[in-house]
């Protein structure tokens, strides 16, 4: 079983950055897709980004390609989500999960962090 446990959020204005960090424990995380997803008050939960357990593969939201990136560090047991140009509408509670069988649905994802919360102002 894999514990995510998620940090880096905050409030950033328009234009700014942040880096979302998951730390992940257990010995199989490489095997493990590695997914983003967000979910604003009443919408929701959405896919962001994922990568593959080796790092070779990734994709992302239409919303967010071009300006966020994932990656991940195996040796730390850790997966980041770089975000940058953030708009208002990036705004959210972002979340960290690990599946062994899928990628964009969350239905394929069997764990998840505890959330962390971006708010982008205007």
């Known amino acids: 079983q894999v514990q995510l446990v998620e940090s880096g959020g905050g409030l950033v204005q328009a234009g700014g950055s942040l880096r979302l960090s998951c730390a992940a424990s257990?010995?199989?995380?490489?095997?493990?897709?590695m997914g983003w997803f967000r979910q604003a008050p009443g919408k929701e939960r959405e896919f962001v980004a994922a990568?593959?357990?080796?790092?070779?593969?990734?994709n992302y939201a239409d919303s967010v390609k071009g300006r966020f990136s994932i990656s991940r560090d195996n040796a730390k047991n850790t997966v980041y989500l770089q975000m940058n140009s953030l708009k208002p509408e990036d705004t959210a509670v972002y979340y960290c999960?690990?599946?062994?069988?899928?990628?964009?649905?969350?239905?394929?994802?069997?764990?998840w962090g505890q959330g962390t919360q971006v708010t982008v102002s205007s």
């Open positions: 257990g010995r199989t995380f490489s095997r493990y897709v």
């Open positions: 990568i593959s357990w080796a790092g070779g593969r990734t």
């Open positions: 999960a690990a599946s062994n069988a899928g990628w964009e649905s969350a239905l394929a994802y069997d764990y």
